[in-house]
């Protein structure tokens, strides 16, 4: 799996070995599914504070036209960074539930003869 980070912010770009990590971490299962994975890191509002650290991920999965992007908000950017992984395997492995249903096969009842 290859993760790419980015970070515009000053405090963010320390982060970059342990978000990596945890990346990978959190994608373990899904690696199969998903080759690529964007981290980008911003602050909102600049040194004013509160909540205003944004994590944003870029899942590309298997099929090349699917992209999952998740966005979260938080006061710091681990937090904001385990939010959104888990939002991300959330909605993987939901959608991978729904591509394993079974599709049901209707009933084809024999006509009764007269």
Excluded: Y
Aim: hydrophobic letters at 40%; glycine letters at 6%.
């Amino acid at each position: 799996m290859q993760v790419i980070f980015e970070s515009r912010h000053p405090e963010g770009q320390p982060l970059r070995e342990q978000s990596v990590a945890r990346v990978r971490f959190a994608m373990r299962r899904l690696s199969g599914l998903v080759p690529r994975v964007k981290v980008q890191f911003s602050d909102i509002n600049g040194p004013r504070g509160g909540v205003d650290k944004r994590c944003q991920l870029a899942l590309s999965t298997v099929g090349a036209a699917d992209v999952v992007v998740i966005t979260t908000l938080a006061s710091d950017w681990r937090t904001a960074l385990d939010l959104s992984l888990g939002r991300a395997t959330r909605a993987l492995t939901r959608a991978l539930r729904r591509q394993q249903k079974p599709v049901r096969a209707r009933l084809i009842r024999p006509a009764m003869e007269a």
